[in-house]
């Protein structure tokens, strides 16, 4: 497969961080950078098609919206007693 090159800079200590990893997964650090993109990429247009499709239930009528002060009082209702940490 054809790449492109694509120059970042990054902090030294990202990229340690970087070549860490490479080593411990028997990659080279363009592997793993590539990995983190795909990832990141992957999450990003999730979110991004998944708020698209939510707009378009809200614009059409088909949600079901719950005020903040109603989703703000049920977790009230259902953490009521319990201690954090």
Known sequence: MSKDTLAVRVD???????????DAFGQ?????IND???????H??????LIAERAKSIA??????????????????RFAGKKAG
């Open 28 to 32: 080279t650090r363009s592997s793993i």
């Open 60 to 77: 059409s009528g088909d949600a079901t919206l719950v005020a903040h002060e109603d989703v703000l009082a049920k977790f009230d209702e």
């Open 12 to 22: 030294p200590a990202l990229r340690e961080r970087l070549d860490r990893l490479a």
């Open 44 to 49: 990003q247009e999730w979110q991004v098609e």
């Open 36 to 42: 983190a993109l795909r990832q990141f990429a992957d």
